[in-house]
Nanobody, 128 residues
């Protein structure tokens, strides 16, 4: 069973920064190492549907971003620690929500339904 644990959320003023972390542990059904897995961040604002934020491939480290956060957020991963990070800069009130880490054994996907494992989420609140 795979466990994903997010951390790093909190309350920040607009224009500020936060860095989220997601640590993966356990063993996936495929038996493959996490280094091969795509890891992604999604978020859900109050009253809104969950939306894709960013993802990073395991084999190449290639990353993609939602247009709404492009240029402000950066995703990275530490293969040795099985951890993915989301550096969030120039935060806006519209970035408020619960941020979830997810992973899948495959290429980057933009739909949450294609991810197999999820963390419990971490709250990010940006005040104006």
């Amino acid at each position: 069973q795979v466990q994903l644990v997010e951390s790093g959320g909190g309350l920040v003023q607009a224009g500020g920064s936060l860095r989220l972390s997601c640590a993966a542990s356990g063993r996936a059904a495929s038996g493959r190492a996490f280094s091969f897995y795509t890891m992604a961040w999604f978020r859900q604002a109050p009253g809104k549907e969950r939306e894709f934020v960013s993802a990073i491939r395991g084999s190449t480290g290639a990353a993609v971003y939602a247009d709404s956060i492009k240029g402000r957020f950066a995703i990275s991963r530490d293969y040795g620690k099985n951890t993915v990070y989301l550096q969030m800069n120039s935060l806006e009130p519209e970035d408020t929500g619960v941020y979830y880490c997810a992973t899948r054994d495959g290429l980057i996907a933009y739909s949450g339904s294609q991810y197999d494992y999820w963390g419990q989420g971490t709250q990010v609140t940006v005040s104006s």
